[in-house]
């Protein structure tokens, strides 16, 4: 069986860069990793990597808290946070937390016992939410302002603010919202712009326009039902997420209204289908991926004892119209 000594000994180096190689492959340069990588396989050298982490006292693994594992925008910031994790030779260990404190507490032990060596938050924070220990190295992935912590986001409010403005320019006086849970920050953040954007235009905000969701399709085909009802009821729609806005859709047309002629509907998020719709989806791009690329060399930093030049990075949106908005019937 190969050692660590004999790859040394084919590439020509210490036995140290090779180890450097395989825990900190970004602290190598690409000629000597391509070198070492091929060593490694023509020798057939298999690293205990048990004994790696014991030395290195890192455990190579980080944590991410999932709020809600099915949910396709998380699943894409998790892909931006793999790919970063897989560039340094990290495992990814992920959390279903289902939005449970006890479940959060029970995975951040993982990082308290020292079987990870960090954790990145998809949950946004609030004062309700539990805040990590200060041994227990953390990142939000999906923050809101004022997170007392390490976080990578997107400005909210003002991104909801350009998805009402839009519908306003189209001539739209009557805006239907359908929200999110009342107290997750990213409701609250865009709710806010929404709210900015009715008082810019002279728009008196109107309660019963607003119909709460969950962010699931469920939830946006159950609102639609809020707006059905309605005797005088909304030329247009903006939905917190683009989930929720494909199955207000859905129960939208089954009741025989045609998007955007009877109403017009806007999401937030783009997801991969949203382009696919019927009509295609009029939405607010996240950079989803890069979210979780961002937030994961954000704790590889702290992880690597680094101090970060912000605590604090907010990322662009785009702002996509599609074909799910249209000025309202004359």
């Not at 693994?61 to 099915?70: E, G, K, N």
Request: proline share 5%.
């Amino acid at each position: 069986m190969s050692t660590i000594r004999d790859v040394a000994k084919e590439v020509g180096c210490s036995t140290a860069t090779v180890s450097r190689a395989l825990s900190h492959p970004e602290k190598v340069s690409k000629a000597s990793l391509k070198r070492i990588h091929a060593a490694i396989e023509k020798l057939q050298y298999r690293p205990n990597m048990l004994s790696q982490q014991f030395r290195n006292k890192q455990a190579n693994t980080i944590v991410i808290l999932v709020p809600d594992i099915a949910n396709l925008f998380f699943s894409t910031v998790i892909s931006g946070i793999e790919n970063v994790a897989q560039s340094k030779g990290f495992n990814v260990l992920l959390g279903d937390t289902r939005d449970s404190s006890e479940r959060e507490k029970n995975f951040i032990k993982l990082v308290e016992t020292k079987q990870a060596d960090g954790v990145i938050q998809l949950r946004p924070y609030s004062k309700n939410s539990m805040l990590p220990k200060k041994f227990v190295t953390a990142v939000n992935a999906c923050g809101c302002e004022d997170t007392p912590y390490p976080a990578v986001r997107i400005d909210n409010a003002d991104a909801a603010r350009q998805v009402t403005e839009h519908l306003i320019s189209l001539g739209h006086k009557k805006i239907g919202l359908i929200s999110g849970l009342t107290d997750n920050p990213h409701t609250i953040d865009r709710l806010k712009g929404y709210k900015q954007a009715l008082a810019q235009a002279g728009i008196e905000f109107d309660p019963a326009l607003v119909a709460e969701g969950d962010f699931t399709l469920w939830s946006g085909l159950n609102a639609s039902e809020h707006f059905i009802r309605m005797t005088d009821r909304p030329t247009a729609i903006f939905s917190m997420n683009d989930e929720m806005a494909i199955g207000a859709m859905k129960g939208l047309k089954a009741k025989g209204l045609k998007i955007p002629e009877d109403i017009s509907i806007a999401g937030f998020d783009d997801l991969e289908f949203s382009k696919y719709s019927d009509p295609p989806l009029t939405t607010v791009a996240q950079p989803a991926e890069k979210l979780g690329e961002k937030s994961a060399e954000l704790l590889f930093q702290l992880i690597d004892g680094e101090t970060s030049a912000q605590n604090e990075y907010v990322l662009p949106v785009e702002f996509i119209i599609r074909q799910s908005t249209a000025p309202p019937r004359s």
